[in-house]
Structures are given as structure tokens and as C-alpha cells.
């Protein structure tokens, strides 16, 4: 079993739709988790780190469930700017920044 | 500010060749690192180093050395290249967080797209 794993997608949803994306990790001593956005043929960049409580920044909203070991991410009134793929990460906490990916979900919001 | 840097940003490379992939950051980051990311596999780690002179092995260290003599630089030397390195390379930097959980953000460089032939 891998130890991050995401639903590759597409995920093809309307402009304004609503879109949730899980992923799961194996490792239950994971502390940290973070959802990274990737562009076509560009470097990840950080969208949200996922707090315990869960978290909301904009039409964003991301949630940890320790107890299945998953993370979501849910966007609203999705843009046509979001079309992107959308990577988990976790970190076991080992003092630094050593995560382990997932291999992203892909978005693509069309008019 | 540059941020992370990486050069070249294509290679082509035959078989059995050798080269050395450049990272550069100007954030006095502490934690430097390198992925490659190939379809369906996601990023997966090659390298990291938690400040100069020290480095360990990630999950996919073979056929890949580092070195890391200033806190700035981290470069990749692929020994002798193999069509299987054929990927895009991510070089990621960030902060040393002292405090568990760590939330500190990492942030990459454009990537170096290698292809051995």
C-alpha cells in the first residue's frame, strides 16, 4: 500500500461546482499535512496546511481525519483559474519539512 | 528575492553520462531537497540535507550523489545517467521548524526536465 494515495482524476466539474478530493496516508504517526497546488509543467506551491481543527482560507476548506487516516480538501464555486492538479502531503514530523507525496488529483473546471 | 533556482532547465543526456543538476536558495533555508516526479508516481524524494555538510537518502537515492557546502547550494550529480532517470527534477527548500507539529512551508524551484537517451 502506498503511504499517500489521491484519486488521479479528472475530476470535470462546472464552474460554480462544489469539489471534494480525500486522501489517504498509511502512516498514523503522521503529525502534519498539506495540500500543494501544481500547474501544467510547473513546481508544486503550498495551498493550505491542514490543521487539526480543520482549516478554511477563501472558497477552500481543508479537514484531517486522524481516525481514518484521511485529509480532504474542499473547494466552492470552483473558477476556471482552479483547474490545476492537486497534491497531498504528510509529514511524519521528524523536525523538518521531509514529506511524502501523494501522486495528485486532477482538476478541470470547464465553463 | 529568486527564491529556489534551478539550472539548466532542459538536458537531454545520453546513456552512461554524467551531470551535475544546480539548486540555488537565497532564503537561508536549513532544509534543502531533491524529487523527481514521473507520471503516476508522484514526487518522490532522491536526497535531503538539514544544513551544510549533512545529507541523507530519501526514498530513491540510487544512481544520484549530493553534497551540500554551503547553506545556499544543493547540487544533484546524476553518476552515469540511465534512461530510467529520464524525469522532472524538483529541487525544495524551507525553514527548520523547532516546534512539533512542523508547519513550515516548502517551497520549489521550476524543475529540470532530464531526458536520457
Known amino acids: 500500500r502506498k503511504e499517500v494515495e489521491q484519486d488521479p482524476g479528472p475530476f470535470n466539474v462546472p464552474e460554480g461546482a462544489t469539489v471534494a478530493f480525500n486522501c489517504t496516508y498509511s502512516?498514523?504517526?503522521?503529525?502534519?499535512f498539506f495540500w500543494y497546488r501544481q500547474d501544467c509543467r510547473k513546481e508544486p506551491k503550498l495551498l493550505m496546511s491542514?490543521?487539526?481543527s480543520g482549516n478554511e482560507d477563501g472558497r477552500f476548506t481543508a479537514q484531517l481525519n486522524r481516525a481514518s487516516q484521511y485529509i480532504s480538501l474542499l473547494i466552492r464555486d470552483s473558477k476556471l483559474s482552479d483547474s490545476a492538479t492537486y497534491l497531498c502531503?504528510?509529514?511524519?514530523?521528524?523536525?523538518?519539512?521531509?514529506?511524502?507525496f501523494g501522486t495528485g488529483t486532477r482538476l478541470l473546471v470547464s465553463p | 528575492n529568486a527564491g529556489v533556482t534551478q539550472t539548466p532547465k532542459f538536458q537531454v543526456l545520453k546513456t552512461g553520462q554524467s551531470m551535475t543538476l544546480q539548486c540555488a536558495q537565497d532564503m537561508n533555508h536549513e532544509y534543502m531537497s531533491w524529487y523527481r516526479q514521473d507520471p503516476g508516481m508522484g514526487l518522490r524524494l532522491i536526497h535531503y540535507s538539514v544544513g551544510a555538510g549533512i545529507t541523507d537518502q530519501g526514498e530513491v537515492p540510487n544512481g544520484y550523489n549530493v553534497s551540500r557546502s554551503t547553506t545556499e547550494d544543493f547540487p544533484l550529480r546524476l553518476l552515469s545517467a540511465a534512461p530510467s532517470q529520464t524525469s522532472v527534477y524538483f529541487c525544495?527548500?524551507?525553514?527548520?521548524?523547532?516546534?512539533?507539529?512542523?508547519?513550515?512551508?516548502?517551497?520549489f524551484g521550476p524543475g529540470t526536465r532530464l531526458t536520457v537517451t
Open positions: 502512516n498514523s504517526a503522521s503529525q502534519s
Open positions: 525544495a527548500s524551507s525553514q527548520l521548524a523547532g516546534v512539533l507539529p512542523t508547519y513550515v512551508e516548502q517551497y
Open positions: 502531503a504528510v509529514n511524519e514530523n521528524t523536525g523538518f519539512q521531509k514529506l511524502v
Open positions: 491542514v490543521y487539526s
